[in-house]
DNA sequence: TGACTTTGTGCCGACGCTAAACAAAATACG
DNA sequence: CGTATTTTGTTTAGCGTCGGCACAAAGTCA
């Protein structure tokens, strides 16, 4: 009696991804009996998280037709924030990855990161208590490195945080005085990490990294360039939090300076700073250098100089990848931000770099393509907060 | 009734390694009521691959002192071969990563690929003969990728092989012609890899390796730089089986030209050659590079010039490794071949480079170790080829 | 020698699954 | 239009694997 305990994860991950539409094929996927499968969902919709649609769903084949999974319409949320060069966001997302209630974005930013954290914390909780929705877990993307096990961010340089500000603490304890609770009064156990980490298992889960194997992540939002690795579904964060710090590949041997004090870092050889130098653009203080680098590329590619100053951040972009790809071997590569531009704007110039300079290129090649939730280090905050979920329902629930 | 079917692999995994002397702490690692851990060890005795002690181990504590678990002594083996620039090697190899038999080393080659594997697999088969053992699988280690899935080696480039050799093919062919048979007379599974990738594996298990959570692995033989990773107790090598093809790092921006195209690479900076040269000697044809390296490094380096050779290749090795570290972010480095010999005259000015030029070198710093097993490809061979036995013993013997 | 501590084993029940039979709901075909 | 076929969902029985528990065994400690 009470089947499918076991299988529960793994069901609510394959619902949760939109890999398992019908009971039919939960049963096939998991490798289970259809038995096995239909108490599996049966258990999941009395949780409250998926639903059973007994309207069969549309036939076209043979045999009877299966019923709907989904998400629970109302079922719980988590609360994801994110926190960025220009203020911060807090959302409520449900399983699937869907936005549930959005706070507006703020941008007076206070410098302490114990009040802007509060505040990001303050707004999701205010969504919560107006949705009424039951929280099942919070996470938190900020700008940074997060060191393990500490919880550390260590290069929050957009931010004026000093080094090593404790951020995963911080949250927590927000988490606590805002009252986001458990069921048990408990508070809900927080997820802190890196937004690009973050939003690179966003984009495996539910945008073009969906079904990858082994993903890297490159993108570039304002200043410097950062990195994430998705092996085998589980973001690869280093022994100690800090893998895939991709800026510093020398790109450039005779470049500009690093901060790290090497030269021609791709830190600094291709964020949206060195577009705009490169272009014989200055950059001005009205918009984000992204929003600058992105105007630029849109409206003025057709200008030989704005052209010549792409193909040149694509060429070292290009040297960057092929590193990377001599040392990861991933089957998928994504780009963000700027780079998401760049790679759009002539595919396959990037594409060619790539292959030429990775040792192996011509066997193959790496398909690189365009983020699809451009970086949403918010539904990837959601994601992290989801994980405990998706590895054992019944361990929050039950 | 039959307890202890689930775990079966992982106990027999920690007998191998070595971490369960004793069924009372088989108990705790397992995390399995002592009923279930008593029945596991029976079960794995029963199928003759463990051995149950009866002579109580050397108590010192309290209670009741607990039986000695040990590899079986004339249990199953696995056949490990080795192709070298030199020649070939193979062997068996009983579980805890025991050589039980070895051939002599052979050291005129046939060039041809079919030919030398064939060579090999016949002397492993002789010795399998010799010794009347049980055969549970085989493994292969060639200087050379192996490109997965289909098993063809990239770049065998000390041995004038053609690039694309099906080494995978050959091998398999080969355990089928010369009688290594299973039970049921189907021939045994045939495991091809990357000679460092193995030995990586050998001293994850059973070297300075163990207990790596991520561990990164870097050695240069002859010519040339290999890397390899295992990323919580599994090589990593990649959707292809090209990851850590770490030669190709750019260490020296105004440096050698490598044949990748760039100059400069860890390949042709950090190998025994470019020591060779730096330290202003003219290899010689008697020995190998390795050798003669190894050589000059020991007796001469008191000579000014040899110990700026040796300091200007740690410099450059500690740009790459910092390279790596920033990417990968391992929790433990081993060196091996020249690199180790390196390492081992002068352990802190590797470290301090390697802190210098990573990112978080300061926060704690990455222990750079010898390896311990001298990066031995045929116990890493045979690691491979016993891991099917390790995930699940029943399929294989059951 | 007797109390205590730790290890090994036999028995039972709970849990989570498969297998198999049956029921339901569509399409395919005469 | 009705029956056969196909596929899906549900019920029941049964079995394998593990935890819990009681008891036995084998040492140390006082």
């Known amino acids: 009696m009470e089947r499918g305990r076991g299988a529960l994860g793994p069901a609510l991950e394959l619902v949760h991804t939109g890999r398992a539409p019908t009971r039919a094929v939960l049963t096939t996927e998991l490798g289970v009996t259809r038995a096995t499968a239909g108490a599996v969902a049966a258990e999941l919709e009395a949780l409250g998280l998926i639903q059973v649609d007994p309207r069969p769903v549309a036939a076209g084949s043979q045999g009877r037709p299966s019923h709907r999974l989904s998400i629970a319409p109302r079922g719980p949320v988590v609360l994801a924030a994110q926190i960025h060069a220009d203020g911060y966001r807090a959302a409520l997302v449900g399983l699937g990855g869907r936005m549930v209630a959005t706070a507006p974005g703020c941008m007076d930013v206070p410098a302490d990161p114990a009040h802007i954290i509060d505040a990001v914390v303050e707004a999701g909780a205010a969504l919560l208590r107006e949705s009424g929705r039951r929280c099942l877990g919070a996470g938190l993307a900020v700008p940074s490195a997060v060191a393990e096990p500490e919880g550390t961010a260590l290069n929050p340089l957009h931010l004026s945080w000093p ?83 991709v800026g510093h590949l020398t790109v450039n041997p005779a470049g500009l300076p690093c901060h790290c004090g090497s030269r021609g870092c791709l830190d600094v050889e291709t964020d949206p700073l060195a577009f705009l130098t490169a272009a014989g653009r200055a ?91 451009d970086f949403n280090s918010l539904i990837g905050a959601a994601e992290a907060a989801w994980q405990p979920v998706l590895d054992d329902p019944l361990a929050l629930l039950g």
């Open 163 to 245: 080094v090593g500000a404790p951020v995963r603490e911080l949250f927590d304890e927000a988490l606590a005085k805002s009252g986001v609770l458990g069921p048990d009064a408990s508070p809900v156990p927080g997820v802190t990490g890196n937004d690009v980490n973050l939003a690179a298992l966003a984009e495996h889960r539910h945008g073009a990294g969906r079904g990858a194997r082994h993903l890297l992540c490159v993108a570039t939002g304002h200043r410097g360039v950062g990195g994430a690795l998705v092996l085998d579904g589980r973001l690869h964060s280093g022994s100690s939090g800090l893998a895939l710090e």
């Open 283 to 373: 950059p001005g203080p009205a918009v984000s250098l992204l929003q600058q680098a992105r105007d630029l590329l849109r409206s003025e590619y057709d200008d030989p100089s704005v052209r010549a100053a792409a193909e040149l951040i694509v060429d070292r972009l290009g040297l960057g990848l092929a590193g990377l790809v001599n040392i990861l071997n991933p089957d998928r590569i994504l780009l963000g931000g700027l780079h998401r531009e760049l790679l759009e704007a002539d595919p396959e110039r990037l594409r060619a770099v790539v292959a030429d300079r990775s040792l192996w290129g011509r066997s193959g090649g790496v398909p690189i393509l365009p983020c699809t939730l």
